[in-house]
C-alpha cells in the first residue's frame, strides 16, 4: 500500500499540487483500491466492472429501502403480535398454526382464490397475447385507438359500475332483462347475492379486466422482433399464422412471456378489489372471500399485523411457487 | 416595379409548384418522423420498401374475419366505461340519477362545468397550486423512474457480474408481495427520513417499484450483444453503450413504462402521507368537491372526465411512437 502512495506522489508531482485535496485524496485511494482487487479475481471483476456497479447504485439504493425492507419488515412481523398501536409481541408460530388449522373462513379463503387463479390466469394470459398480437398487425394510428379501446378499462376505472349494471338484482339489470324477454327465468335472479352465482361472475369480470399491464408489455415485446424474421421464415417453409406464431414470434418474445407470467401470478392471486366492489364485504357466506380479502380484514378492520402478515407470508410463498412451475412451462415454448 | 397580374398559366404552374413543395416537406417530415437514429438513410429505405409491401405475408381471409368479430365484441364491451364517464359529464342533474343510465346524454348541458368553475373559483388554495403540484410529481416520478430503472437494469440483462442474479430473483419476486401488509412499514421508513408531508413521500417509492426495473431488463436481454461489443471497440464507455445503444433500442418498453408510471401517479392522492393543503395533489382536491353531497354529483361527472382527458392524451400520443425496432439492421 505505502509504496503505492510513495510511487503516485512522486510520479506526478506537477499535477498534484494542482490538484485539490479532495481529488488527490481519490486518486490515492482509486490506486490503493486497484492494488487491493489484484490479489482475488472475484475483487478484480468486480473493480473492473465497477462502472456498471455504480450506473445500478442509485436504483439498488432506494429498491432496498422501500421495497425489501418493508418486505423483510412484514416477514418478521408474521412471527409477532401487532396491533399497531402497541409494539410487537413474539408468538412463533402460533400465527402460521392458527392460520391453517383454527381459521375455517381462511381455507374458503384460499379454495376461492385458487379456484379465481387457475382459472383466470391462464386464460387472461392466453387473452391478452392474443388481442396484443392481433393489433400488432394493424396500421398505427388504428393500432393505438384500439390499444386504447382495449386498455380503456384500466385508465378509467369505472369496470365495476358496468358489471354492477349488468347484473343488478331488480329487473333493471339487463342480465336479468333479456333473460326474462327471453323467457328463460320468470322473476329476477339476486346475481350478487346468492353465493351460487358470485364466484362464476367474479371471474368473467376477473377475465374481462386481465388486459392490464402484461397486455401492453406485450404489445412492446411483439414490437422488439425483428421483422426480418418473419420474411426469412416465409422462405424457410411457413406455411401458416400458427407455424409463424409458435416457432418464430413467441421464441423471440420469451423474455416479455416470462415477465407476463410474473405479472399475471401476481395478479391473479391478489384479486381482492373485484369482489369487495360486486358482492360487498363480506360476500354472502364468503362466496366471493379471497385470500387478499382476508388479509384486509385482519390488517386494515381488525388491526392484527401480525396475523395479516403471516397469511401475506403463505400467498408470497405460493406466488414463489407458481412462478418455478410457469418458468418451466415458458422454458419449452418453441422447441 | 408595379406589381403583374398573373396570367392563367402562371397562376397554374404556381400551384403545382406549391403542390411539389407539399409533398417534398411531408416526405421528408415522414422520413425524419420514422427515424433519427445513426443510418436513418438506410433503415427509411427498408421501411419504404416493406410498406410498399404492404402486407404481411402467410394470412388467411377467414381467421382474420373471426379474430377480429371476437376482438369487436370484447372491445365494445370495454369502452362502456369510457362512453359512460363522457355522457355524464355532460348530463343534466335530473338525468344523471337515471337508473339505469343511459350510454348517450339526451339532453347535453355545460352546466357541470360551469359549476365546477364557480367551485374552483372560491377554494381557499389556488387551484393552480394543486395543478402545479401533480404535474411536477408526474414528471419528475416518471422521467426518474425511467432512468434510474433503465439504468439499473441494462448490467443486469447484458452483464454477468456477481450478485446480478441475486439482484434480479429479489426484484421479481418482490412483485409478489401483497402489497396491503408491506404499507405500514411503508410509513415508518419514511418517517425515518422526514420525508412525510413533502413530495418525495410519493416519488420516490415509484421510482424504487421494480415493475418497471423488471420490463426494461426483460426487454434489454434481447438487444444484441454484438451491437454492444462493436460500440466498445469504438472507444464508447458503458454510460455511452447505455444511452446512445440501448435505450433507443428499447423504446417500446420505455414508452409502455412511462405510460403505466404517468397513469399511476397522475391519480395518486397523497391522502395518507402528505397534510398540508398546500402540498395537496389534483385528485384529492377534485375528489373533495365531490364529498359535498349529491348536489355535487354533476360537478363531480366533469371533474371526472377532466381527470381521464390527459392520461388518454398522453396514451394516444406515446402509443404513437411505438415502432418496429431496428436492433438488427445494421448487422449484416
Known amino acids: 500500500m505505502e509504496k503505492a502512495q510513495v510511487q503516485n506522489t512522486t510520479t506526478v508531482p506537477a499535477s498534484s499540487k494542482r490538484m485539490g485535496k479532495l481529488r488527490r485524496w481519490w486518486r490515492e485511494k482509486s490506486i490503493q483500491i486497484d492494488q487491493w482487487s489484484r490479489k482475488k479475481p472475484f475483487r478484480r471483476k468486480m473493480y473492473l466492472n465497477r462502472s456498471l456497479y455504480l450506473m445500478m447504485v442509485p436504483y439498488l439504493l432506494l429498491f432496498s429501502l422501500f421495497t425489501v425492507v418493508p418486505v423483510v419488515m412484514s416477514f418478521a412481523l408474521g412471527f409477532t403480535y401487532f396491533n399497531i398501536l402497541e409494539t410487537p409481541k413474539w408468538v412463533g408460530w402460533n400465527n402460521y398454526l392458527d392460520l391453517f388449522l383454527n381459521d375455517p373462513i381462511f381455507i374458503i379463503a384460499v379454495k376461492n382464490t385458487l379456484i379465481i387463479a387457475l382459472i383466470t390466469g391462464p386464460i387472461g394470459y392466453m387473452l391478452s397475447f392474443v388481442v396484443a398480437w392481433l393489433i400488432n398487425e394493424l396500421p398505427r394510428y388504428l393500432r393505438s385507438i384500439i390499444t386504447l379501446v ?41 346475481w350478487l347475492q346468492n353465493a351460487k352465482y358470485i364466484l362464476p361472475i367474479v371471474i368473467i369480470v376477473q377475465l374481462w379486466m386481465s388486459l392490464g399491464v402484461n397486455f401492453l408489455a406485450m404489445i412492446a415485446g411483439l414490437k422488439g422482433i425483428n421483422r426480418e424474421y418473419y420474411e426469412a421464415g416465409a422462405v424457410d417453409g411457413i406455411r401458416n399464422r400458427w407455424q409463424e406464431l409458435w416457432y418464430i414470434t413467441l421464441p423471440n418474445m420469451k423474455s416479455i412471456l416470462i415477465f407476463s407470467a410474473v405479472i399475471q401470478i401476481a395478479g391473479s392471486l391478489n384479486v381482492g378489489a373485484v369482489t369487495t366492489a360486486l358482492a360487498g364485504f363480506p360476500s354472502v357466506q364468503y362466496a366471493g372471500h379471497t385470500i387478499v380479502n382476508h388479509l384486509q380484514d385482519y390488517g386494515h378492520i381488525r388491526f392484527e399485523m401480525g396475523y395479516a402478515s403471516a397469511i401475506a407470508t403463505v400467498m408470497f410463498l405460493a406466488a414463489i411457487l407458481l412462478n418455478k412451475l410457469i418458468r418451466r412451462i415458458i422454458r419449452k415454448v418453441g422447441t | 416595379m408595379a406589381k403583374r397580374k398573373l396570367t392563367y398559366e402562371e397562376k397554374i404552374q404556381e400551384k403545382l409548384r406549391k403542390q411539389e413543395e407539399k409533398r417534398m416537406r411531408r416526405n421528408e417530415r415522414k422520413a425524419r418522423s420514422i427515424d433519427s437514429r445513426p443510418f436513418a438513410e438506410i433503415s427509411s429505405f427498408k421501411i419504404m420498401i416493406k410498406s410498399r409491401r404492404r402486407k404481411r405475408v402467410n394470412r388467411s381471409r377467414a381467421g382474420d374475419i373471426i379474430l377480429f368479430i371476437v376482438l369487436g365484441f370484447a372491445g365494445i364491451l370495454s369502452v362502456l366505461p369510457l362512453v359512460l364517464i363522457v355522457s355524464n359529464a355532460f348530463k343534466p342533474l335530473d338525468e344523471i340519477f337515471l337508473y339505469p343510465p343511459n350510454f348517450i346524454v339526451r339532453n347535453p348541458t355545460l352546466n357541470n362545468f360551469r359549476d365546477l368553475g364557480i367551485v374552483l373559483a372560491t377554494s381557499l388554495v389556488p387551484f393552480s397550486r394543486y395543478f402545479f403540484n401533480t404535474v411536477m410529481i408526474t414528471i419528475i416520478g416518471t422521467v426518474g423512474h425511467l432512468i434510474i430503472a433503465s439504468m439499473c437494469a441494462y448490467p443486469l440483462a447484458k452483464y454477468k457480474l456477481p450478485g446480478n442474479k441475486f439482484i434480479l430473483t429479489l426484484i421479481t419476486y418482490s412483485l409478489m408481495f401483497p402489497a396491503a401488509v408491506t404499507a405500514i412499514p411503508h410509513f415508518l421508513i419514511l418517517n425515518w427520513f422526514g420525508l412525510i408531508n413533502t413530495h418525495w413521500s ?46 433507443p433500442l ?16 397522475w391519480g395518486a392522492e397523497g391522502s395518507v402521507t402528505i397534510f398540508s393543503e398546500q402540498k395537496k395533489m389534483l385528485s384529492y382536491a377534485l375528489s373533495q368537491i365531490a364529498t359535498a353531497g349529491p348536489a355535487r354529483q354533476g360537478t363531480l361527472a366533469a371533474v371526472s372526465l377532466i381527470m381521464i382527458t390527459v392520461p388518454i392524451i398522453m396514451f394516444i400520443v406515446s402509443q404513437n411512437h411505438m415502432i418496429d425496432t431496428m436492433a438488427h439492421s445494421g448487422m449484416k
Open chain 2, 250 to 265: 428499447v423504446k417500446p418498453a420505455s414508452i409502455t413504462l412511462i405510460i403505466l408510471n404517468f397513469r399511476s401517479l
Open chain 1, 150 to 190: 382495449f386498455y380503456a378499462p384500466s385508465i378509467a376505472g369505472g369496470a365495476i359500475t358496468i358489471w354492477s349494471l349488468i347484473f343488478a338484482s331488480d329487473i333493471y339489470g339487463y342480465a336479468n332483462a333479456y333473460l326474462i324477454e327471453w323467457g328463460i327465468i320468470s322473476e329476477p335472479i339476486t
Open chain 2, 202 to 247: 410519493i416519488i420516490l417509492p415509484v421510482i424504487a417499484s421494480s415493475l418497471g426495473l423488471y420490463l426494461m431488463r426483460q426487454t434489454m436481454v434481447n438487444v444484441p450483444t454484438s451491437l454492444l461489443e462493436s460500440a466498445k471497440l469504438d472507444g464508447a464507455g458503458e454510460f455511452t453503450i447505455y444511452r446512445k445503444i440501448v435505450m
